[in-house]
């Protein structure tokens, strides 16, 4: 397995509600992703992070926020879902040191606003 | 700031005939560029990246700084290869990468 997982890989929720998407990796990696895959529009980047408790925002990040207590944890909250954030959402992990910058992604979660 | 674009939403090709899926960028810096493949229903995976110079599955890709391009090739398209790829690029640093929006690849047997 690559060392990284998503969960929940489907959720259907409400406009309104708060979602939380989860991504566990296993790997020791510091630097950790959210992406958004959308037709036409490929994977833009959410959020990252650079270590525990370091965060940054990417180039959609409103209406998104993060938290990462833990080296293997990289939790990402819609914190009012808006059916603009139907989407296919994507975690990533990757270790500067010793590599040449390719990613390894999670499987993905599949999230539907109603 | 940084961008990648990939001309083609969908490329059809027949089996065994030659595959080219292009990827141009911009990038004030020194590029590290990559290509990604998803198929149906799996996660996005490493194809190859061009520090190494690699070849997987029999796709190679060239970094062209004067044309500023990484187009990917193959020679004889296969079944298999039918999927999504994007191009992606790392701008170091905190290794963030920004991808294109992908060229759906469908090889007709």
């Known amino acids: 397995d690559a060392g990284i997982t998503q969960s929940p890989r489907h959720k259907v929720t409400e406009t309104g509600t708060p979602v939380t998407l989860r991504c566990h990796q296993t790997?020791?990696?510091?630097?950790m992703y959210w992406y958004r895959q959308d037709p036409g529009h490929g994977l833009r980047l959410i959020h990252y992070s650079y270590g525990v408790k370091d965060t940054d925002k990417g180039e959609v990040s409103d209406g998104y926020s993060v938290s990462r207590s833990k080296t293997e944890d990289f939790l990402l909250t819609l914190e009012s879902a808006t059916s603009s954030q139907t989407s296919v959402y994507f975690c990533a992990i990757s270790d500067l040191a010793g590599t040449d910058g390719g990613y390894t992604f999670g499987s993905g979660t599949r999230l539907t606003v109603v | 700031a940084q961008r990648v674009t990939q001309p083609e939403k969908l490329l059809s090709v027949f089996k065994g005939a030659p595959v080219e899926l292009k990827c141009n960028y911009s990038?004030?810096?020194?590029?590290?560029l990559f290509w990604y493949v998803q198929y149906s229903r799996q996660r996005l995976q490493l194809l190859l990246r061009?520090?190494s110079r690699e070849s997987i599955k029999g796709f190679t890709a060239d970094l062209n700084k004067g044309e500023t391009s990484f187009h990917l090739k193959k020679p004889f398209a296969q079944e298999e290869d039918s999927a999504m790829y994007y191009c992606?690029?790392?701008?170091?640093?905190?290794?963030?990468?920004?991808f294109g929006t992908g060229t759906k690849l469908q090889v007709i047997p």
């Open positions: 061009h520090i």
């Open positions: 990038y004030s810096g020194s590029p590290e």
């Open positions: 992606a690029l790392s701008q170091g640093g905190y290794q963030k990468v920004t």
């Open positions: 790997e020791n990696h510091r630097y």
